[in-house]
């Protein structure tokens, strides 16, 4: 991928990243409800275990990397697509990148938004934490709670500014709004049916 030049504008590009993560999220939670991804109910770890304990636990499974990097790629790619009809303000959050580059920097988005769950879940099997479980210490409960809304986040931070230029006043915003509409999509899979909790 051909790097742009310049960062873009720091608020609407965390609008921008917020907006095509959660666009990428709306078939992702659809797909978990189908029963064709029962089928890859298959957990990440293929239930090897590390001193005695799941690696990362059921509950991570090749659902969710089945269709969330190509989700993302085609959120991007879209936004890419009628950025000439979007607001000007959002576009100067945008890169100058043609839509290919956008759906390329979604799929790596897609898979960092995943993989970056994975050490948060290893982390609570170490700890003796059920999948899908909050802990009972409520200190533990509460740092887990936040490490769950900001994890993906991060990961998606961390794959944009290795890839495209972002400004910290871009992570500081994504930070901001990032972990609340994740917290959205939680509740919503849990309505659903897809997640044992809410939050």
Sequence with gaps: MSLAATAPYSLPCAIFLVAAMSLAGIPHALWLRTSLSERL????????????????????TWRGFAV???????????????????????????????????????????????????????????LGIAPGMAPRRPGLAA???IIDRIDSVLGVLLTV?????VTLSTWAWVLLLGPGIHALFSIWLHRMGVKERAL
């Design 143 to 145: 740092a887990c709670l």
């Design 161 to 165: 500014t290795l890839l495209v230029p």
């Design 41 to 60: 109910r298959v957990p990440v770890d293929f239930g090897l275990r590390f001193r005695g304990r799941p690696v990362f636990g059921a509950n991570k």
């Design 68 to 126: 969330m990097p190509l989700s993302a790629a085609a959120s991007f790619w879209a936004l890419a697509e009628v950025r000439d009809a979007l607001p000007a303000w959002l576009v100067a959050g945008m890169w100058d990148l043609p839509p290919v580059q956008y759906a390329l920097l979604g799929l790596a988005c897609g898979f960092a938004f995943m993989l970056a769950e994975l050490p948060n879940s290893f982390l609570k099997r170490r």
